[in-house]
C-alpha cells in the first residue's frame, strides 16, 4: 500500500517545547487542520486517539443523561445519547460511526451497573479501547498502543505498591509482553520491572540493577 506523505503539514506544525505556559493551537483547531489535511484513512488512525475522550463521554452519559460530554471528543452528546437508546432497544443495532469496543461495552454496563462501581467499568472500558487499538492493520499506531498499555501498567504498578491497592483489581490487562509477564508471575507479588523503570528514569542504571537483583531475590 503507498504511504501518503504530509512534509507542508509537519513542516506548518507549530513548535514545543518544555515549560510553555499555553499551548500555540488548541486541540479543536489542531483536529480542524488534521481534518483538512490528512487523508480519511489516516484521518481515522488520528481520531481514534480522542477517543479517550468519547470513552470517559460514554461513561458520563450512562451514569446520567443530562451530563455535559468533555470538550474534544469525536462524538457529541446527541451521538452517544442515541447509540445508548439504540443498543438498549435493540442488541444489534447498528455501529455506524462508532467505536468498535462501544458495543460491546454498553451492553456489558447495563447487565454489571448494579455490582461494580465507577473505577471498574473505568478500568473495563479502557481495557477494550486498548484491545481495539491493538488490533489496528497500522504498525506504527499498535506499537504506539503496545507502548501506551504497557506504561500504564507500570504507573498503575507503582501507585499499587506505594498505596497498597489491589493489583489485579486494577490492571488493565493486555496481550503484550508486560501483560502476559504480569499475569504469568502475578503471585509473586513483586513488580520488580518498576523498581528498575523508576531507577532507570533517574538515571541511576547500576543502582536499578542492584534494586533490581535484590526484588528477584
Same mark, same amino acid.
Given at each position: 500500500?503507498?504511504?501518503? !506523505?504530509?512534509?507542508? =503539514?509537519?513542516?506548518?506544525?507549530?513548535?514545543?517545547?518544555?515549560?510553555?505556559?499555553?499551548?500555540?493551537?488548541?486541540?479543536?483547531?489542531?483536529?480542524?487542520? =488534521?481534518?483538512?489535511?490528512?487523508?480519511?484513512?489516516?484521518?481515522?488512525?488520528?481520531?481514534?486517539?480522542?477517543?479517550?475522550?468519547? !470513552?470517559?463521554?460514554?461513561?458520563?452519559?450512562?451514569?446520567?443523561?443530562? !451530563?455535559?460530554?468533555?470538550?474534544?471528543?469525536?462524538?457529541?452528546?446527541?451521538?452517544? =445519547?442515541?447509540?445508548?437508546?439504540?443498543?438498549?432497544?435493540?442488541?444489534?443495532?447498528?455501529?455506524?460511526?462508532?467505536?468498535?469496543?462501544?458495543?460491546?461495552?454498553?451492553?456489558?454496563?447495563?447487565?454489571?451497573?448494579?455490582?461494580?462501581?465507577?473505577?471498574?467499568?473505568?478500568?473495563?472500558?479502557?481495557?477494550?479501547?486498548?484491545?481495539?487499538?491493538?488490533?489496528?492493520?497500522?504498525?506504527?499506531?499498535?506499537?504506539?498502543?503496545?507502548?501506551? =498499555?504497557?506504561?500504564?501498567?507500570?504507573?498503575?504498578?507503582?501507585?499499587?505498591?506505594?498505596?497498597?491497592?489491589?493489583?489485579?483489581?486494577?490492571?488493565?490487562?493486555?496481550?503484550?509482553?508486560?501483560?502476559?509477564?504480569?499475569?504469568?508471575?502475578?503471585?509473586?507479588?513483586?513488580?520488580?520491572?518498576?523498581?528498575?523503570?523508576?531507577?532507570?528514569?533517574?538515571?541511576?542504571?547500576?543502582?536499578?540493577?542492584?534494586?533490581?537483583?535484590?526484588?528477584?531475590?
Amino acid at each position: 500500500m503507498a504511504s501518503t !506523505n504530509y512534509y507542508y =503539514l509537519v513542516s506548518g506544525l507549530p513548535v514545543l517545547h518544555f515549560g510553555m505556559d499555553k499551548l500555540p493551537v488548541s486541540i479543536e483547531q489542531l483536529k480542524e487542520e =488534521l481534518e483538512r489535511s490528512l487523508c480519511e484513512q489516516d484521518m481515522q488512525l488520528v481520531r481514534s486517539i480522542f477517543y479517550r475522550l468519547d !470513552n470517559a463521554n460514554l461513561l458520563r452519559l450512562l451514569q446520567n443523561s443530562d !451530563n455535559k460530554a468533555i470538550p474534544g471528543g469525536n462524538l457529541t452528546s446527541v451521538n452517544l =445519547l442515541e447509540f445508548i437508546k439504540d443498543l438498549k432497544e435493540n442488541d444489534n443495532s447498528p455501529l455506524t460511526g462508532m467505536p468498535e469496543h462501544f458495543k460491546a461495552f454498553v451492553p456489558a454496563y447495563f447487565s454489571e451497573k448494579d455490582s461494580l462501581g465507577t473505577a471498574s467499568f473505568e478500568d473495563m472500558l479502557a481495557g477494550m479501547y486498548f484491545a481495539s487499538m491493538l488490533q489496528t492493520e497500522n504498525e506504527f499506531v499498535k506499537r504506539w498502543y503496545e507502548f501506551e =498499555l504497557d506504561l500504564t501498567n507500570v504507573q498503575i504498578a507503582i501507585q499499587c505498591r506505594k498505596f497498597n491497592f489491589d493489583k489485579e483489581k486494577n490492571f488493565i490487562w493486555g496481550q503484550n509482553e508486560i501483560g502476559k509477564w504480569t499475569l504469568a508471575h502475578f503471585q509473586r507479588q513483586r513488580l520488580w520491572c518498576t523498581c528498575f523503570v523508576r531507577c532507570l528514569w533517574r538515571g541511576r542504571k547500576s543502582t536499578g540493577r542492584k534494586q533490581l537483583d535484590r526484588a528477584r531475590a
